[in-house]
């Protein structure tokens, strides 16, 4: 199997395990990205197949927004339910603690805002995912607004990271569903302390919200190729 098709086949069971939480009637969030597409498409299965009833979700995307009512997922608000029964999503890094980083699939603020309505926060993802520090392989994205946009990037690089405003191929910035621009801040080495950054990160005018996910997961069910791993995190 190729290495690519490995990651794909290690989502898809990370996802199989996910599905094992739902119960007919629950009100779930449903995240962003590979793996969240890959539940998605099984939790319809299911639906389809009349195993599970009553689905409700949220999405955290307007990608995966769109992917539910293609699969004929019900979808609905937190005006509709201030607490979800199960959010499901992935994360970019995961570090022995379960803190997060997500956001590489641009949708972060919608997730957050999803993840902490959660009765259960359940991430799950491939092994790759798993890291000592948080940001010692990928860079942290922090979303901000376009208004004075350099401003905030110069800002960012004085955290000790290199900080750059995320542009697409085309040269253009990113451009997040809540019409906010998207920076990537790389530290050499990782992020030293993520509580003390998140601190610092939310305290400044014009950064919207940023990947760190601190003490926010229940469990991360980890697929690998020696089988899966629940980490459980106890509140
Ligand atoms: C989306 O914004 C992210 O937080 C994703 O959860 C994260 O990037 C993982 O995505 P993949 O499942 O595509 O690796």
């Not at 991430?123 to 905030?152: C, M, W």
């Not at 229940?218 to 629940?230: H, L, S």
Request: aromatic residues 6%; proline residues 4%.
């Amino acid at each position: 199997m190729m290495m690519t098709e490995l990651v794909a086949d290690l989502r898809t069971q990370a996802a199989w395990q996910a599905l094992h939480e739902v119960r007919s009637g629950m009100v779930l969030g449903l995240g962003t990205g590979r793996t969240a597409i890959a539940f998605i498409r099984l939790l319809a299965g299911k639906m389809h197949s009349a195993e599970l009833s009553d689905i409700r979700a949220v999405p955290t995307s307007d990608e995966t927004a769109a992917l539910a009512s293609e699969l004929d997922i019900p979808l609905t608000a937190l005006d509709e339910h201030q607490q979800l029964d199960l959010v499901v999503d992935s994360a970019d890094d995961v570090d022995p603690s379960l803190n997060l980083i997500k956001g590489l699939g641009r949708a972060l603020l919608r997730e957050k805002i999803v993840a902490i309505h959660a009765r259960r926060f359940l991430v799950i993802v491939d092994e790759s995912k798993l890291v000592q520090r948080l940001g010692e392989r990928n860079p942290l994205p922090v979303e901000i607004v376009p208004f004075e946009v350099g401003a905030h990037v110069r800002w960012l690089n004085t955290l000790g990271c290199r900080a750059e405003l995320w542009l697409e191929e085309n040269g253009a910035p990113v451009v997040t569903d809540n019409s906010n621009y998207l920076a990537r801040c790389w530290f050499p080495g990782g992020i030293s302390d993520p509580y003390l950054l998140a601190a610092e990160l939310a305290k400044r005018p014009g950064i919207v919200e940023h990947g760190i996910f601190l003490d926010m997961v229940d469990q991360v069910i980890v697929a690998g190729e020696d089988g899966i791993r629940k980490l459980e995190r106890y509140r």
